[in-house]
């Protein structure tokens, strides 16, 4: 039984800060890929970072370099989303991902999902 349970979302005031968590349960979290995508209302699912299991990050939007940070901690099976300077246009629904044994996560490849968790930053 897989569960991705995410946490850290809230309102948060132009330039301020949030730190997002997803706990794991139900797998082998060393051997995932993990990922945090957003999805604002009326548009597309997007790829915000991703992590492998090793470390090895990579962020899918040029918007958030450098102000986000995605981290991983396997000894509590938790990947972390430090979000820094945010800005009105991060505001959406966060959800964490899992894939396993794939560097590449993509919406159309994630084994699994969380529920979301809202962010919404206000100007």
């Known amino acids: 039984q897989v569960h991705l349970d995410e946490s850290g979302g809230g309102l948060v005031q132009f330039g301020g800060s949030l730190r997002l968590s997803c706990a794991a349960s139900?797998?082998?979290?060393?051997?995932?890929?993990m990922g945090w995508f957003r999805q604002a209302p009326g548009k597309e699912r997007e790829l915000v970072a991703t992590?492998?299991?090793?470390?090895?990050?990579?962020y899918g939007l040029d918007s958030v370099k450098g102000r986000f940070t995605i981290s991983r901690d396997n000894a509590k099976n938790t990947v972390y989303l430090q979000m820094n300077s945010l800005k009105p246009e991060d505001t959406a629904v966060y959800y964490c991902a899992a894939r396993r044994r794939f560097l590449v996560i993509t919406p159309s490849n994630v084994d699994y999902w969380g529920q979301g968790t809202q962010v919404t930053v206000s100007s």
């Open positions: 139900g797998l082998t979290f060393t051997t995932y890929t």
């Open positions: 992590i492998n299991w090793s470390g090895g990050a990579t």
